[in-house]
């Protein structure tokens, strides 16, 4: 006897739903996702109880006919495919045909539809995904549906959703991941008939990043382009200082669709080498436009994983996009008070070093749309001004004093600078470590007298386990007999320095690594730890010529703004900020 049956439409309905609609949030971005397919540019998305209860989603795009309207519960039924390469050139969120059905199996439903052609519109009542009844009503153009008592027929499904304030709070994840990727469409999320967001239409994402995050992030976040024939990437990237301790803040879109891609954001993060402090994350805003030939999108459930033709060669592109304007941007912060607030929200100044894009300067109130409007602008302008700014010779800084042997104040035209004297020294050191390093021809400064060093037997096997990278930065070192070790050279720019102490500390560095095995093989680690141990020391006094020396070199190197740590080495103090201070604005 048989014991292999196939499963009941209801059935088959309710495990595909098992996939698509997880939490309430899930049904909000399917049905969101078909009203950006119907070209809607107003949604409205209200929910109860975090969408427990009830999920209404209005749009005004094309809308349903009658016949249409009957279909498109039906499994597999779709207007976005009709062959097998249409899978190869997906422009549409949806294409499988299963969100509609796989809602209603667990759901009570009423979708009501008019599209431009028809005199009315059609309204039906599908219940568990059967449809009971079905309406001739009046109607604008667009479409209207309502979900009512989620996962009812599935007490199991209900038993696992969170508490009121999680489910919410997937909600607006998802909303924000959809606005962020449709500026241009006007999109509203109601709560309990209270006003959760909304986001006016835009031309552009840096007032819908303003509109999402703020204005202090919006101003802290760099454009970032890249133009091709098959591939175009745009977006923007946030200023060191704006860095978080989570990826939450990290968005790729690939053809408007929300994806998640670890190798990619690790890409950028690289791309950061040097300018973040330890565990912190950058935070990004990136459209991928592509052929949709080159991208698989049919590999998840819920699509937030693809597939790219040649990963490498995207890969490869989004990290010079990034580390290009990351070098070339202006990243110095504002001195505020407040400076914890400002690391997580604040906009560096546009000061002396490397042009960039200066701050717009706008003010900290909630955004009207008319705001939104003129700040787009002012962000659009850096876009266009940065390649003649970057030629504009920017003023000198000029030193005044040194504070506590430690902070270097400077001047200039815009106002005050304060540098903190050991992280820009140690920036300074690491990119004269890393061009030594890379430089098949080493500046390499020979002793009159070997420099003798005594290792304990850790640090000998250290140093031997390490004794080529240390030979590519200018030391050659050999071991003397037993636990002496001779230096023989420097590099070219060690003057004065203690030799011994600078070694000894990198191993002592290498020592205290919580975690040896990051350590082992890794360049940068070392040279990090050499630019620190022998960058000038906070606390020692420096003559003015010496401060100003120091402002010169800063003046010569790629990334000045931080340390190697990810530290900022300078702030800005500019003259309307002391107006301000002082009561003359």
């Keep these: ?52 209860t009830f999920i209404k989603v209005f749009d005004n795009g094309r809308g349903m006919s009658r016949e249409d309207l009957m279909m498109c519960t039906q499994r597999h039924a779709t207007s976005k495919i009709s062959s097998e390469s249409d899978l190869w050139k997906i422009n549409t969120m949806g294409f499988r045909g299963e969100a509609l059905p796989s809602i209603a199996s667990v759901s009570n439903m009423i979708i009501k539809s008019k599209n431009a ?56 994840t998802m909303f924000d991941n959809i606005a962020l990727a449709n500026p241009h469409i006007a999109l ?92 912190k994350k950058p935070v990004f805003i990136i459209n991928i436009k592509i052929n949709p030939a080159m991208v698989d999108v049919n590999v998840h459930p819920r699509k937030i994983e693809v597939r790219f033709a040649d990963q490498q060669a995207l890969n490869s592109v989004l990290y010079s996009a990034t580390k290009t304007v990351l070098e070339k941007s202006n990243l110095i912060p504002k001195a505020f008070i407040e400076t914890q607030r400002y690391i997580s929200d604040s906009l560096p100044k546009s000061i002396s070093f490397g042009g960039g894009y200066p701050s717009s300067g ?39 004093v040194q504070i506590s042997d430690s902070y270097i104040v400077a001047k200039n035209d815009e106002g005050l600078v304060l540098i903190d004297q050991h992280a820009a020294h140690e920036r300074v050191r690491y990119e004269e470590l890393m061009t030594q390093f890379s430089s098949a021809d080493k500046k390499i400064q020979p002793l009159l007298v070997p420099s003798q060093i005594e290792f304990t037997s850790t640090e000998i096997a250290q140093v031997e386990t390490n004794i080529d990278v240390f030979k590519n930065l200018g030391f050659e070192i050999e071991n003397f007999g037993g636990n002496t070790f001779n230096v023989y050279s420097v590099p070219s720019f060690f003057s004065g320095e203690d030799i011994e102490q600078v070694i000894k500390g990198v191993l002592d ?65 500019t003259l309307s900020e002391l107006s301000k201070m002082f009561g003359r604005k």
């Design 1 to 52: 006897m048989s014991i292999i049956k196939l499963l009941p439409e209801n059935l088959v309905n309710q495990i595909a739903a098992g996939e698509v609609v997880e939490r309430p949030a899930s049904v909000g971005k399917e049905l969101v996702e078909n009203s950006i397919d119907a070209g809607a540019d107003r949604i409205v998305v209200e929910v109860k109880d975090a969408g427990k």
């Design 362 to 400: 706008i003010s900290r109130e909630n955004f009207s749309a008319q705001d939104s409007i003129n700040f787009s602008k002012d962000i659009l302008m850096q876009r266009e001004q940065n390649s003649a700014a970057m030629i504009q010779k920017e003023p000198v800084l000029k030193s005044i």
């Design 509 to 573: 560095d290498i020592e205290n690594e919580k975690n040896p095995s990051r350590f082992q093989g890794n360049i940068e680690t070392i040279i990090t730890y050499m630019a620190c141990r022998s960058a000038i020391k906070f606390g020692q006094k420096l003559s003015l010529d010496e401060m100003q020396s120091l402002i010169m070199q800063m003046e010569k190197v790629k990334m000045p703004y931080t340390c190697p740590h990810g530290r900022p080495t300078m702030i800005s103090l």
């Design 188 to 279: 509203k999320l109601i709560h309990n008939e209270k006003v959760i967001s909304d986001f006016p239409k835009s031309t552009d994402l840096i007032s819908r990043i303003a509109d999402i995050f703020g204005k202090n992030t919006a101003e802290a976040m760099l454009p970032i382009f890249y133009g091709g024939s098959e591939l175009q990437i745009d977006g923007f990237i946030g200023k060191p200082l704006l860095s978080r301790s989570t990826s939450q803040h990290q968005y790729f879109f690939v053809n408007g669709r929300y994806i998640q891609h670890h190798l990619f954001a690790h890409t950028i993060k690289s791309a950061y080498h040097s300018m973040l402090m330890e565990n």
């Design 117 to 172: 052609e028809d005199i009315s519109g059609t309204a039906i009542n599908i219940k568990g995904g059967n449809t009971v009844s079905r309406d001739d009503i009046g109607i604008p153009v667009g479409t209207i549906i309502e979900v009512y008592d989620l996962f009812f027929n599935t007490p199991a499904r209900q038993k696992f959703l969170k508490k009121e304030t999680t489910e919410l709070g997937h909600i607006t």
